[in-house]
């Protein structure tokens, strides 16, 4: 049988997240058979890492990671570079399975309690719901129009009037709609890098995912498309939750919520940004948020 993961991830839509706060787990798991009581608070972890060791061939990128990841928050991932951010970014939506020789050799990983590495998880729904920004905006080379509505054609839905309206909301909540409603159907490589990037996050909202993971999404910006993006970031938080990897310090402190700091493929401290900034655990966050290392 194929676990369907939209049907074990709720609230799937940001539109109906208010009216359904309590995320319903998975039938088909027996770790998570019983249903939320209706009217229970919201769990609030979304993603749960438990003990992951991952590897590249025969090297090990990632060693006995234990993280909770929380719901409508912003977490920023920080650290050194090859401290395997990026590494367990793509692992919460099974991108690595795209690289040769990869395997997550022990742990799991669950989103809404249901293990995303069982073989029977549809993983094409799961990149639908985990959505990913990339460091280097990647438009198609396609008009904006068709760059919004790619995902939602290979769903089968081609009624204009859905997808107009889809494109529309889609542009103004990536707070770029103003900027390119004149120009639809021109392409999305003629926009500015600042452009490009946030027609890529209009593109990932636009399949409304419940999480969306952003590498490095402003490292080719200049200061104002960077605070275009940060804005965004900002209204976006309301309605998904967000991971992003940054490795501006400031800007993980301006964004986020909580901070995972990572040091050779471990998880050194993860809690509150403001504590990781002011006050850290430990001493290698703090020489690494002090600029002391990395
Ligand atoms: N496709 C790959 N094949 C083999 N090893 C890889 C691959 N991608 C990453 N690695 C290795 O895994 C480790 C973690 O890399 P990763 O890209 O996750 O680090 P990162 O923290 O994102 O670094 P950066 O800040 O430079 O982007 C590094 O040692 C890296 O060399
Ligand atoms: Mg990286």
Not at 34 to 44: I, L, Q, S, V
Not at 54 to 60: E, M, P, R, T, V
Not at 244 to 268: E, P
Request: glycine share 6%; with cysteine.
């Amino acid at each position: 049988m194929v676990t369907a993961v939209h049907a074990v991830m709720e609230p799937l839509s940001p539109s109906s997240a208010a009216e359904k706060p309590t995320p319903r787990l998975a039938a088909a798991q027996p770790a998570a058979a019983a249903p939320a009581k209706p009217g229970a608070p919201a769990a609030t972890h979304l993603i749960d890492i438990d003990n992951l060791d991952f590897f590249y061939g025969a090297s090990q990128a990632l060693h006995g990671i234990n993280l909770k990841i929380e719901h409508q928050k912003v977490t920023a991932f920080i650290g050194p570079s090859g401290c395997g951010k990026s590494t367990l970014l793509r692992c919460f939506n099974r991108m690595n399975d795209l690289i040769e020789g990869t395997r997550v050799a022990r742990g799991t990983i669950k989103i809404h309690g249901v293990d995303i590495y069982q073989p029977d998880v549809d993983v094409i729904e799961l990149r639908k719901r985990v959505g990913m920004v990339f460091q280097k905006s990647n438009p198609f080379p396609k008009s904006i129009y068709e760059n919004i509505t790619y995902g939602l054609r290979l769903q089968g839905r081609n009624k204009k009037s859905e997808l107009d309206e889809i494109v529309e909301r889609s542009l103004r909540g990536a707070a770029l709609w103003d900027e390119v409603k004149d120009r639809l159907d021109q392409s999305g490589l003629g926009l500015s890098g600042g452009q490009q990037q946030r027609l890529c996050i209009a593109r990932a909202i636009a399949v409304e995912p419940e999480v969306i993971l952003m590498d490095e999404p402003c490292s080719a910006l200049d200061p104002v498309a960077t605070a275009k993006v940060e804005e965004l970031i900002q209204e976006l938080r309301t309605r998904y939750s967000i991971v992003i990897v940054t490795h501006n310090m400031q800007q993980a402190a301006r964004v986020s919520d909580r901070t995972a700091f990572f040091y050779l493929g471990k998880l050194i401290e993860y809690a509150d940004t403001r504590d990781i900034f002011t006050n850290p655990a430990n001493p290698q966050t703090e020489a690494y948020v002090s600029g002391r290392f990395g």
